[in-house]
């Protein structure tokens, strides 16, 4: 069992910027994937960007490459996303995620997800 954490979203301008922390706690987290998704109103959960606790490789949907960097903490356990250029189209809920022993680079879908952390809130205003 893994407990996931987020916190560090909120409300800023377009154009401004958030960095995004995910806790993990519980069994060990080190064989696992770990990866943000979002989903907006109406929309369907999608994928953000993920890295690997083993290799520190990092994916980015097209969504956010360029502006958003994906950071790993192993002695805190933490996960790091760091979003520039933050356009409104960004607003959504932001979900940390883990998955056990496997990758999917940038195309992980929403549906192979082992845990997922409760959520936080991003609103991107004009």
């Known amino acids: 069992q893994v407990q996931l954490a987020e916190s560090g979203g909120g409300l800023v301008q377009a154009g401004g910027s958030l960095r995004l922390s995910c806790a993990a706690s519980g069994r060990t987290v080190s064989t696992y994937t770990m990866g943000w998704f979002r989903q907006a109103p109406g929309k369907e959960r999608e994928f953000v960007s993920g890295?690997?606790?083993?290799?520190?490789?990092?994916y980015y949907a097209d969504s956010g490459k360029g502006r958003f960097t994906i950071s790993r903490d192993n002695a805190k356990n933490t996960v790091y996303l760091q979003m520039n250029s933050l356009k409104p189209e960004d607003t959504a809920v932001y979900y940390c995620?883990?998955?056990?022993?496997?990758?999917?680079?940038?195309?992980?879908?929403?549906?192979?997800?082992?845990?997922w952390g409760q959520g936080t809130q991003v609103t991107v205003s004009s």
């Open positions: 995620a883990a998955v056990l022993k496997a990758s999917y680079g940038s195309s992980w879908p929403a549906n192979l997800v082992d845990y």
């Open positions: 890295i690997s606790w083993r290799s520190d490789n990092t």
